[in-house]
């Protein structure tokens, strides 16, 4: 089988054995808003054709791929989704070489009754069950950080912090980018500084404005500030999302797991890295379930 | 006298009478930043050369134009400080054909200790002190909200919020931008429910994710989206900064107190509107202390 992440910004496959073992694997930049066109019939040849030809037949799909902009639109699936109401929901895309089928979005809402949805986490979720033991706080930090409740190895709801996006915004778009010299650094005084900062009295758009005041008293160098601002928007992300629990389960890229577990163990809690390719393992999951022919 | 309020992107000037009463007022945009080569002397020439030529030879001046980025820089006073003490501190700046005199901006720290500095809300809180009664909670909607607490006719601590300079980033450096079309409108149904979001569950980062689900379900138009989403961010700044107080008195332009006095009834709080020109009443107040020969 093979397995696909294909998101916003990137592709990535995975060839899978009988027992969903990991036997090859691969990534591109050719996210679906690189797909010229919109041709992803031609773009999913480019990308695994040899693999089609040396034999494989099925191809499981997750991600942004099956939003408005991708390649079939798929319904979102309410919560509480789990594997075997993933796997029911699958939806059909024509390919002539092989049989191709995409795991749909899951939506759920707040506690304010605020409509929530993602593509591509559900999945990567059913990945790490076993690892989680099917009940825990999974975050996926990023662009659009997601916070997912599992209870029964199900996810029962779950949570969107803007983060990334307005770490972008800001950056570029405010009086505080140009106090900035260089990226966010690994973990250091800086950036716990600014998750310290989260806690304090005042609000995020207060406490941004000290990234001002803090540089033009001299107290923040233009080299730590961008780890200052990072810590700041994830610490106020971190404590919003844990709400007194204790132990948070991070899939993303290491980089961004390690700053988050920083983040976690400095608002008392405990953070679980959990295996990068989740998205594959969930894939494997579901491709377990269906009956291929 | 000629009192002047020169900010950032505004020249604003008013001629006064013996009694500090204003029997003239203009306006440009000839804010500090839009001085060429720097040249404030000139710039002040051209914006209020006849008054002088007509006998005037007292000027006050007041805002960002005591920065670094300014004419002269001006040492920020710390607080508490009132009318007394912005006197005792003026700055004299060099010019052939009057006295001129510059309003020192105020420093002081929020309850963690982190600084916070103005330039020319100071002076405009000084204008106030007779409306307010001198024991007020004051706020400067805009770019940097700042909101003042006055004590003995005194400003004795205040707080910055970035909410107009991150609407703006948000709105054009972000997804979000692209659910909406046109600007805020009055404070209407969609502003309020900005507003009451903000009082809910999972904070900024979190609420702002909503604008984008709530356009995708359908239930937030895109020409209700922009006052979404200021109700959102002004909802936030109001919601931290009154803690708890009941009566918030508001100066600038009509248009934002207008949606700030909205915000603060919606969080079950009192908002009285105060003179737009009150930096030229705060500058009277000064300058009816200085002995100008």
Redesign the interface.
């Known amino acids: 089988m093979i397995a696909v992440d294909w998101g916003t910004s990137n592709f990535r496959a995975y060839r899978l054995d009988g027992e969903g073992a990991m036997v090859a694997r691969r990534s591109s930049p050719q996210g679906i808003l690189r797909v010229a066109g919109g041709n992803f019939e031609q773009a999913l040849r480019a990308e695994i054709g040899d693999w089609l030809a040396a034999g494989e037949t099925q191809v499981l799909l997750c991600g942004m791929i099956g939003s408005r902009q991708g390649w079939v639109e798929t319904k979102y699936l309410p919560c509480p989704a789990g594997v075997a109401d993933l796997t029911a929901a699958l939806q059909p895309v024509p390919f002539p070489e092989a049989r191709v089928l995409l795991v749909p979005g899951v939506m759920g809402s707040?506690?304010?009754g605020?409509?929530?949805?993602m593509r591509g986490e559900e999945t990567a979720a059913m990945g790490i069950l076993d690892a989680c033991g099917g009940e825990a706080l999974v975050c996926f930090p990023g662009t659009?950080s997601k916070w997912l409740q599992l209870s029964d190895r199900r996810i029962c709801r779950f949570?969107?912090?803007?983060?990334g996006?307005?770490y972008?915004?800001?950056r570029?778009?405010?009086?505080l980018g140009r106090m900035m010299a260089g990226d966010v650094s690994a973990a250091g005084a800086a950036f716990l500084a600014g998750v310290a900062?989260a806690g304090?009295?005042?609000?995020?758009?207060?406490h941004?404005?000290?990234v001002r005041?803090?540089g033009?008293?001299g107290?923040l160098g233009e080299e730590d500030a961008a780890s200052y601002l990072s810590g700041l928007?994830i610490g106020?992300?971190v404590?919003?999302?844990m709400q007194g629990q204790a132990v948070v389960h991070l899939v993303g890229t290491a980089a961004l797991c390690g700053l988050y577990a920083h983040a976690v163990h400095a608002c008392g809690g405990e953070a679980k890295i959990e295996n990068e390719d989740a998205a594959a393992l969930g894939l494997a999951a579901i491709g377990r379930r269906v009956h291929w022919i």
Not at 114 to 117: N, R
Not at 159 to 163: E, G, K, P, Q, Y
């Open positions: 707040d506690s304010a605020v409509p929530e949805v659009h949570t969107t912090f803007m983060t996006e307005m972008s915004a800001v570029n778009g405010t009086i900062r304090q009295e005042g609000g995020l758009l207060h941004l404005f000290g005041t803090l033009l008293m107290r928007l106020h992300e404590r919003a999302a």
